[in-house]
């Protein structure tokens, strides 16, 4: 079992988790216009440090100084590295939406009108406006097929090569504008004003322009500005305190004591890691259409997960071969075999898999003058006919009828069989065999079965150890879903489920207070997409699934669910992990500062120096130094996310605690160390 | 080694002693707020207040009643002390002056008994009796009063945000759990040799053939709610270091346990109110951890007496009794430090500096460790809020604590909790340094004189009320300044913790699972102490730096 629930995503490149030149280069020209203090204003503690920063500047210009330049420059430096950090994080979506604009080019649509259609730009379309779209043609917008079926290549928004079937009624009717009709045509009706379709919300969310702060953004920023306000207070009032103890301060010096006290580091990454956040979601094909949605992933206390394509393949599969009474269990096979030739389904192709696992059978060529019998829904049966015998294989009533139209019977134990078969959830297939136009006979029972998929298990463990209950949606009878819930692992199921059962189940689980998270695609889901806390709706889905859900995943793939929670514990994980760590820096910095300060007035303050820094001035321009370079030091794990095992609450804790908070005690005092040496050597106090 | 051990055994006795009773205490105030029956004296005084105990009142209405209710016992008090002359049993007591009474009448419905006065040199009795003692009680009962709430707020859901009724827990609060204890208290101590009396100045000739004045007055009965409510305010001026108040090392002892009493055992009776006692445990843990630590550094600051004039003299006995020695003025320095109480029974100003900064710090922790009665528990359960709001982040969850969720508008009220007591004390004490009026009242200057200001307002503005000495007071500067910071100091988080309760009730539970944040584990101690002393501490670190830092180094 992996230690990660978190698949490689399958069609975009990893994150990279290092900062190439380039791409801080790129990010500056982003990050001088965010030192803008108006755009600053939503970041109180940077906004305190560009104050500072102005303030020494004009300080050092009135009293110039190697010093005083010298802390001016890092304090301008610690908001540039701030503003950088939100530039980069910004920088990587803006990649991923000039692909996606170029989607968007002019095109011509085929409107219709009467009887007739007239063309038109595509731009001019309105909702319920009805198009023609043919082979090679660009979709004009969004809309849903109304008329006819085609193959489709969206791979410009999801990176999927493959073309997709898109076609009118039913759950894959929705087609997304700038994609491409391969082969056919269908008529649809648009569902989206141009500049508003799916598309365009994309880039929107990409690049970040309609970024919002999220509840626990906010919540954690209101912390953030108090414990800023209670250091300016600390650091406002010590000059009173100072001057009555002869020991009165630079303002410079002042400054720079706060710029270290207050928690830039988190202050200044705290925009990046919500903007990375959504960028994760995004490299794994996940998009979410608000922040809160990913916050409330984090959060989720009860997983819906549709049983068929996300538990289980998908398929019923042929697992056993059970030969009736006096039946070698060869025949058996190999009457199976001949009777699944003309059955192109998924359980027939399953049945000869198995007897050429179990039995070795080949293919087989023999078959001159066989005449097959495909499925029919109205004889249930398929088979073959050969010369001189016939081979029937289907539901156990049908076979059992047709057994005894040849004045056959089948006996009590095939009856048995197959009642236990379904008993325990599975699906009997009845085998029988007619030799010479004489009496059929049964010969055994195919039992098929929903095969779940693997490692599914591992991840539901996964999820209970994090405190996450699954529940199974199927249509399936209570007893059939019992038994794959049970193999599967999963803690609950919603046996014979109606759209309207899974709404019930979600609102009863919310009023009790828990999160719901689901995934779903039909239109008859989109009341459940929409009730639930976290709604992901695939991207084949239909569009009232899209609208009605609070994420898309352009993979279709709904065992993403479990990535999206992750990405949503991650991101509080980080955020809670530097503020630890930036108020943890705290303790080593006034080891650095205070006794800098005051060390002329009282000798014997010399002794908190634990460091042994060379100079009161290099102490606090190292302090400084240090609290600007562990913005940069530490953007790649803002970007990244902290790393994330499931585990217990405590266990969680106990690690972040251990690396987050007893390192941000210790890391400062060794960075301030070091660059108390690089700066006595360098001569720069 | 014997003054260690006489020291360990103090200790342990008075931990005994509350490991013994805080339960029982713990449960009988449980019952007391939460049972729906009244007894017949409460109904009498429902009655008389035109009130109606049963009904519930919102967070705002709550709130109302308890500021009505202080602002009609500060203008009593104001107009009790004015007129003191012109009431009976003024035993020849000039009236305080304007500022002095209202520093006065602030400072006991604050319950922060900060005393610029001489008890003996400027209360009448009835002053004394039905002004101050009237407000030892029912100062306290408020602190319970609103912690309660609080417990409510956690304990209720979806409600629109109704947190009890203020009468009822004032009156419930006064009439079954601090007047009974009290009354024990009081007699136990009369049993120990502490005075009960009405008499005026007796003068008494004394051995060297002079002649003495010797005051007498109710004092055991002041004296049990003094400790019992966390006061502070003592009869005398000597306080607890009077030989009236506090004759022997028992009666010395059985305050202790007095003042640590109630503090201890809310943590119990909150556990039951919000229907978890883990969760009771584990405050009582954090509240056990910090006041150990203050006890054992102070007493080992004090019998190691680190200084020039400890060293010369042999001991640091300066400013402490003889018949309490090092030791039991170490632990009663810590306990009233760290329980908002300020009762006295040495001079604090004589502690040896490391001494006089744990005392410093046990304060600026913001009375937390047990605290106040009531205002300790609520103090702590806002730094846990804190602790849960990093902590629950790096579980990868919402912060919630006790089933709430904690949001913007929770940590707003939480932050600006955290935010007013550093403000009142930073500021209050820049000021008094910065002015001539301020520095006047100083004996000394020098890094002591700069902790006798920074005492004073810690004092101030934590509702405590010892007084480091040395700083004359009684000044209209001081008189003036110290009283809004009192004011401030316990109102405006009274405002706050209130708002929060109604915030809490009015919200839905959020179920515990396995992915929820466990908050009765040791790990999740260690992190409240932890936060207390960096989050709060780190505040307080550039002008300790300044003051006992110095000193300690010289």
Redesign the interface.
């Known amino acids: 079992m992996s230690t990660t629930l978190l698949e490689k995503p399958r069609t975009v490149a990893a994150a990279p988790t290092t900062l190439s030149p380039g791409q801080l280069a790129t990010a500056l020209p982003g990050a001088l216009r965010g030192l803008d203090p108006r755009r600053l204003w939503d970041s109180p503690v940077m906004f305190v440090v560009e104050v500072g920063a102005a303030f020494t500047t004009v300080l050092a210009v009135v009293e110039p100084s190697a010093f005083a330049w010298s802390i001016t420059v890092w304090l301008w430096l610690t908001v540039l590295f701030a503003t950088l950090a939100e530039s980069v994080a910004e920088g990587r979506g803006k990649a991923q939406a000039a692909s996606l604009r170029a989607t968007q080019r002019e095109t011509t649509a085929r409107k219709v009108v009467g009887p007739d259609t007239v063309e038109v730009a595509s731009s001019s379309l309105r909702v319920g406006d009805v198009v023609v779209v043919v082979a090679g043609e660009t979709i004009p917008g969004d809309g849903d097929v109304i008329e006819g079926v085609a193959s489709v290549d969206e791979s410009a928004i999801t990176g999927e090569s493959a073309p997709v079937i898109r076609e009118s009624g039913g759950d894959r009717s929705a087609v997304t504008g700038g994609t491409v009709v391969l082969s056919d045509r269908i008529v649809v009706r648009i569902t989206a004003p141009a500049g508003h379709t799916f598309v365009d919300r994309m880039i929107a969310l990409v690049e970040g322009s309609e970024r919002q702060k999220t509840p626990n953004e906010v919540a954690l920023n209101v912390l953030l500005t108090t414990l800023t306000i209670i250091f300016l207070l600390a650091v406002v009032t010590l000059q009173p305190f100072a001057v009555y103890s002869g020991a009165r301060q630079p303002l410079i010096v002042l400054v720079a004591l706060l710029v270290c006290l207050i928690p830039t580091t988190i202050g200044a990454l705290l925009s990046a890691i919500g903007i990375a956040g959504m960028d994760r979601l995004v490299r794994r094909n996940v998009l979410a259409m608000s922040g809160r949605a990913v916050e409330a992933a984090g959060d989720v206390d009860v997983l819906l997960l549709d049983k068929t394509g996300t538990i289980t393949l998908g398929n019923r599969q042929a697992a056993d071969l059970l030969p009736a009474a006096g039946v070698d269990p060869a025949l058996l096979a190999d009457a199976a075999q001949l009777s699944s030739m003309a059955d192109e389904t998924p359980e027939g192709r399953s049945v000869l898999v198995l007897v050429k696992e179990r039995f070795g059978l080949r293919e087989r060529h023999d078959l001159a003058g066989a005449e097959l019998v495909p499925f029919a829904a109205r004889t249930r049966m398929s088979g073959v006919d050969l010369p001189g015998r016939s081979v029937r294989k289907g539901a156990a009533a049908a076979v059992i009828r047709w057994v005894r139209s040849t004045g056959g019977h089948a006996g009590d134990d095939v009856a048995a069989t197959v009642d236990a078969i379904s008993a325990s959830g599975g699906t009997p297939l009845v085998v029988a065999e007619q030799l010479d136009a004489g009496p059929a006979r049964v010969l055994g029972v195919i039992h098929l079965k929903d095969v779940v998929k693997e490692g599914m298990r591992e991840r539901f463990d996964a999820l209970r150890a994090m405190g996450i209950r699954t529940v199974m949606v199927t249509g399936d009878n209570p007893l059939t879903a019992r038994a794959i819930g049970l193999e599967a692992g999963v803690d609950d199921v919603l046996a014979e489920a109606t759209p309207e059962d899974k709404l019930a189940l979600i609102r009863r689980e919310q009023e009790g207070g828990r999160l719901v998270a689901m995934a779903g695609d039909g239109t008859n889901d989109a009341p459940a997409l929409a009730q639930a806390d976290v709604g992901v709706a695939m991207n084949t889905g239909t569009t009232a699934a899209k609208e009605a859900g609070n994420m898309v995943d352009l993979d279709s793939n709904p065992t993403k669910l479990l990535e999206i929670v992750e990405i949503g514990k991650q991101l509080l994980i980080t955020r809670g992990a530097l503020t630890t760590f930036s108020v943890a820096n705290d303790v080593a910095k006034y080891f650095a500062i205070l006794p800098a300060m005051f060390v002329v007035a009282f000798p014997q303050l010399g002794v908190l120096n634990v460091m042994h820094l060379t100079s009161p001035q290099s102490a606090i321009l190292s302090a400084v130094v240090f609290n600007a370079l562990v913005i940069v030091a530490l953007l790649p794990l803002a970007l990244r996310g902290v790393r994330y095992t499931p585990s217990s609450a405590s266990a969680l804790l106990r690690r972040n605690l251990l690396v987050y908070g007893l390192g941000g005690v210790i890391a400062p005092f060794l960075g301030i160390k070091l660059i108390d040496l690089l700066v006595t050597a360098l001569g720069m106090s | 080694m014997s003054a260690t051990w006489t020291a360990i055994g103090q200790i342990g006795i008075v931990v005994l002693v509350l490991a013994v009773v805080h339960r029982p205490l713990g449960d009988h105030m449980f019952r007391v707020l939460t049972s729906p029956r009244h007894l017949a004296v409460e109904r009498v005084g429902y009655r008389v207040m035109r009130v109606d105990p049963d009904a519930e009142q919102r967070w705002s209405t709550y709130l109302l009643s308890v500021l009505g209710f202080s602002l009609a016992s500060v203008l009593v008090l104001f107009g009790l002390g004015r007129l003191q002359d012109r009431l009976p049993l003024d035993i020849g007591m000039a009236p305080l002056d304007p500022a002095g009474a209202w520093n006065t009448a602030v400072s006991f419905v604050t319950n922060t008994n900060w005393q610029w006065y001489s008890g003996e040199a400027a209360a009448g009795h009835l002053f004394q009796m039905a002004g101050l003692a009237v407000q030892n009680f029912v100062s306290a009962a408020v602190g319970i009063a609103v912690v309660a709430a609080l417990a409510r707020g956690f304990a209720r859901h979806g409600t629109d945000s109704r947190v009890g009724n203020f009468w009822a827990d004032l009156v419930r609060v006064t009439v079954r759990v601090l007047l009974p204890l009290a009354f024990v208290a009081a007699l136990v101590l009369v049993a120990g040799g502490v005075i009960q009396n009405l008499s005026a100045h007796a003068e008494i000739g004394t051995l060297a053939g002079g002649t003495q004045s010797v005051l007498g007055g109710p004092v055991a009965s002041q004296e049990a709610i003094k400790e019992l409510g966390t006061n502070g305010g003592g009869f005398f001026n000597a306080n607890s270091a009077h030989p009236f108040e506090n004759p022997t090392p028992w009666t010395n002892a059985l305050e202790v346990v007095l003042l640590l009493l109630i503090p201890f055992s809310l943590p119990r009776t909150f556990g039951r109110m919000v229907g978890d006692r883990r969760q009771g445990w584990a405050i009582l843990a954090a509240m056990s951890t910090l006041w150990v630590a203050a006890v054992g550094l102070l007493t080992w600051a004090e019998l190691a007496g680190p200084g020039l004039v400890p060293a010369a003299a042999g001991g640091a006995m300066e400013g402490k009794e003889v018949r309490f020695g090092e030791a039991a003025s170490a632990l009663f320095a810590a306990s009233t430090t760290m329980t908002s109480t300020g009762a006295v029974n040495s001079m604090h100003d004589s502690l040896t500096a490391p001494g006089g900064g744990v005392a410093l710090v046990g304060m600026l922790l913001g009375e937390v460790s047990p605290g106040g009665v009531g205002s300790g528990l609520y103090g702590m359960v806002v730094l846990i809020i804190?602790a849960v709001?990093?902590?629950?982040?790096?579980?990868?969850?919402?912060p919630e604590y006790l089933?709430k969720k904690?949001?913007?508008q929770?940590?707003?009220l939480v932050?600006?909790y955290?935010?007013t007591m550093?403000?009142v004390v930073?500021?209050g004490?820049?000021?008094a340094?910065?002015v001539p009026a301020g520095?006047a009242g100083q004996l000394q200057g020098?890094?002591h004189?700069?902790s006798e200001i920074v005492y004073a307002f810690a004092s101030a503005g934590n509702n405590n009320g010892s007084a480091f000495g040395g700083l004359t007071t009684g000044t209209p500067f001081y008189n003036t300044l110290l009283g809004l910071a009192m004011l401030v100091g316990r109102f405006v988080p009274i405002a706050l913790v209130l708002a929060l309760a109604g915030r809490l009730a009015s919200q839905?539970?959020?179920?515990e699972?396995?992915?929820?944040?466990?908050t009765h584990?040791p790990?999740?101690v260690g992190?409240l102490v932890?936060v207390t002393l960096?989050?709060v501490g780190?505040?307080?670190?550039?002008?300790l730096?300044?003051g006992p830092?110095?000193e300690s180094?010289?």
């Open positions: 804190v709001f990093l902590a629950g982040l790096m579980v990868g969850r919402t089933g904690i949001g913007r929770e940590i707003t932050a600006l955290v935010l550093p403000a930073l500021i004490s820049a000021i340094i910065s520095l020098g890094p004189g700069l839905r539970k959020v179920p699972g396995a992915g929820t944040l466990p584990t790990l999740f992190l932890t960096v989050v780190l505040t307080f670190v550039p002008v730096s300044l830092v110095v180094l010289s």
